[in-house]
Each structure stands twice: as structure tokens, then as C-alpha cells.
């Protein structure tokens, strides 16, 4: 079996309970999927952008528990050792692992975006939050303009947010 399918049934699995975390992450995976390919990328790093989409907020679930809070910064501070363990889980290891980890780490620093796979994550994790949090016209087309970069992802926004 894929390690990608594996590893999204480890997710539902750890979300148990959880629908809108489920589909939270099931919506961010596949925006993050179309754009990569969209945009073309290496068979790695679309491997990394996808394990990354279906982790990136694993953080989450234990900020809460120990903080009480979902804020981004306490995503990014618990989120790569889960991500570690439940990547080991199913099946990866080594360098995939530590650039999933350090996007986990990072999903919610919209500065020194360093790669694709980083820049596709942010987009594709901007196109279900502004869906999710019922945004304004006005916060969708500030988002587009500050955030988007790739074409596809521009054009995703653009579609999906009738710009």
C-alpha cells in the first residue's frame, strides 16, 4: 500500500472523533496535490508536499491539551515531533521526514519561504482557512495578493473565491 494512503488513515485514525479536523486536512492535501502538479514538481518533492498537507496541523490536537490553545505558534512548537512519530508510522524516514517536520514547523511563518513544497503548503492551507473561516471578500483578496505566489495556486484562488 502507498505510504501516502497509509499515512491518511493514520491521520483520520489520530483525529478520531474529529470530523472537521478530518476534513480540514483531507481539503488541504488535495489543494496542495493539484497545485504541485499543476506547478510541475519533482516526484519527491511532491511526495513531501503531500505527506506535509495531510500533517500540517498534527500540532493542533496537542497545543491544545497542553495550552489550551490552537494559536499557530504552539502548532509549529508541538507539531514536529507528532508529525516525526506518525511519518515513522507509516512507513517514511530520513530526509522526507525532517523537511515534513520543518514544514510542520513552519506552516504558519509566512516569511523566508524557502521552497515550493513550502510555498504550495501555505497556499493550499490559505484556500480551506478562508473557506472555513467565512473571510471577507475584502481579507480573500488581501490573502491573494500577499500570500499566493504560485500561478496555479493564483489561479485556484482566483477560481474557487470568484476574483
Not at 5 to 27: C, Q, S, T, V, W
Request: glycine residues 10%.
Amino acid at each position: 500500500m502507498e505510504k501516502l494512503h497509509i499515512l491518511k488513515g493514520n491521520m483520520i485514525e489520530y483525529y478520531m472523533g474529529d470530523p472537521a479536523r478530518i476534513h480540514h486536512f483531507l481539503k488541504v492535501h488535495s489543494f496542495a496535490k493539484l497545485i504541485g502538479e499543476e506547478e510541475g514538481l519533482d516526484a519527491e518533492t511532491q511526495e513531501i508536499l503531500e505527506a506535509a498537507a495531510l500533517v500540517h496541523d498534527i500540532g493542533i490536537k496537542i497545543a491544545e491539551e497542553k495550552y489550551g490553545s490552537d494559536a499557530g505558534p504552539l502548532q509549529e512548537k508541538e507539531g514536529p515531533t507528532a508529525a516525526k512519530q506518525i511519518l515513522e508510522k507509516s512507513g517514511y524516514a530520513g530526509a522526507l521526514i525532517d523537511r515534513v517536520c520543518y514544514l510542520v514547523g513552519h506552516h504558519h511563518t509566512y516569511t523566508d519561504i524557502d521552497r515550493a513544497d513550502y510555498q504550495i503548503l501555505v497556499e493550499a492551507d490559505f484556500l480551506v482557512n478562508l473557506y472555513e473561516g467565512k473571510e471577507s471578500r475584502e481579507a480573500i483578496e488581501h490573502a491573494y495578493g500577499r500570500i499566493f505566489r504560485t500561478e496555479a495556486g493564483k489561479r485556484v484562488c482566483r477560481e474557487v473565491y470568484g476574483l
